[in-house]
């Protein structure tokens, strides 16, 4: 049988023309992948370039910042130096109170009456005390009323005790003639004391003007005179005028207008020497009245008309009111007034005086004032205070000791166990705080309050004159006046 050769032949073509597509199809791809392969292929010449020419601190640092803005507040006007002065009645060195400080070898030693006022006295910053004896010396008998003599060794006890300075212008300081206001100077001055009021001649200052803490107080004292001499020698306590002139600051009620003009330059003088604050102490008043009469209260106001800012009085053995005067001439100034301290220590005692049958001569005070100095210069009275003080005459070891207390109620509880009292003498101690504190608290609160809402009212008006400093700088509101209403700064007080 034979085969078909046209049926063989078809088969075969069809098979290579099928290869043929598939190897052109294949190659198509191949050139496909390499166009495509050749389009993917990175500039790296380029990208090299890029890199190099990037700065290095824009990958590895932030930009820059400014800091941002802060406001602060401008600091107003402010307190730089503050000054207390204490001041206290009557070293009142009768008989008695000496001879208890008499030693077995004759000599004297006073610290007991100040072993428990001493850390008050010495945690002011200056203390006074007024020097109700003489140191008139061996010309002179040791004694007590009417001519007072005491030993020197008073001095030394006072200095140690913290006190500063002895108030020496009263009506006994002439007990031992003018010998003895000299000698009385020679030896407080001596042991480191200042004296105030009396003088060595007619040429001393008659004032002191102390620089406490950076605060300048100008002081002066004065005592009443009985009578006075044609050439000014005057009579104390009704003695022998004496021999000097100008030993002794004294006034006369019957001439006030010439103490007041005398007064008046001798501020001025203070105020020329650089006192920036003023205390003038008076020995004045009527003995044993529990408050003020008629010419200290006209003589308080003169002075405070005189811009004297704290007047503190002595003489009358008990304590009297304080007060706060306001200037007649000058509506933004007013004065702190003690009219009387009364006593430090003495001898007398309930029962002891026919003209006063209460305990109010066991009484006084140590009446504290504080000044401050701000920034800008200028000082003001700030700060008023009272500690109520009592002589407690007592036996220790069976003889008698005077002993000064200071009644700081807020240690009250402790009174007892600090001053080693019995039942009875704490009782008395509380009266004696009892009886002070209804002579002085009503003014003392009135004084304290117008300080403290001074106070406030100047730094508010110091802190608006910082945020605002185009006001006009030249007197403090008053406490009545609103800050926004003022435009002035504050003057000295």
Known sequence: MSRNPKRGGGATAVLLTILILLMIAATAFVIWLCIDMTN?????????????????????????????????????????????????????????????????????????????????????????????????GSDYPIQGNPHFNCPDSLAQ???????????????????????????????????????LGTQMNDEEKKFEIVDVNGIKIGMIAYTYATSVTSDGRPSLNGNAALSQVGIVNYFMENNLEAFYTELEQRLAQMKQDGAEA????????????????????????????????????????????????????????????????????????????????TAHTEDGVLFAVTFEKYSDGTVYLAGAEVVPTWVN????????????LPLDIDKKEEWTSLFNLTQANYDAAVKSYD?????????????????????????NYYLELARNPGMTQQTQPTVTETIAEETTLPAAA
């Open 393 to 404: 005459m007592h036996s220790n070891n069976g003889s008698r000791e005077y002993n000064i």
């Open 157 to 195: 006890a006072a200095l140690d005790a913290g006190y500063d300075m002895f108030l020496t212008a009263n009506n006994h300081c002439g007990d031992t003639t003018a010998d003895g206001i000299l000698r009385t100077l020679e030896q407080s001055r001596g042991v480191g004391l200042k004296t």
């Open 40 to 136: 993917r292929t990175p500039d790296t010449t380029s990208q090299q370039e890029s890199v190099v020419q990037l700065p290095t601190s824009a990958v590895t640092q932030p930009p820059e910042t400014e800091p941002p803005v802060t406001e602060t507040e401008p600091e107003p006007e402010h307190v730089v130096a503050t000054a207390t002065i204490a001041s206290m009645g009557d070293l009142l060195m009768h008989l008695p109170v000496i001879n208890t400080c008499q030693q077995s070898d004759g000599s004297y030693d006073f610290s007991s009456i100040f072993q428990y006022v001493k850390d008050t006295v010495s945690s002011y910053d200056y203390a006074a005390v007024n020097l109700e004896t003489t140191f008139g």
């Open 278 to 357: 003023t205390i003038v102490y008076l020995h004045w008043g009527v003995e044993y009245l529990l408050e003020e009469n008629s010419t200290q209260r006209a003589i308080a106001q003169k002075l405070c008309d005189l811009g004297v800012d704290v007047i503190i009085g002595g003489h009358p053995h008990v304590v009297e009111p304080i007060d706060l005067l306001e200037s007649t001439v000058d509506p933004n100034h007013k004065s702190v007034i003690l009219y009387s301290m009364g006593n430090a220590v003495s001898n007398q005692r309930q029962g002891n005086l026919s003209m006063i049958s």
């Open 435 to 459: 009886r002070t504190m209804e002579i002085v608290g009503e003014g003392l609160t009135e004084c304290q309050t117008w300080l403290e809402q001074a106070k406030t009212d100047r730094e």
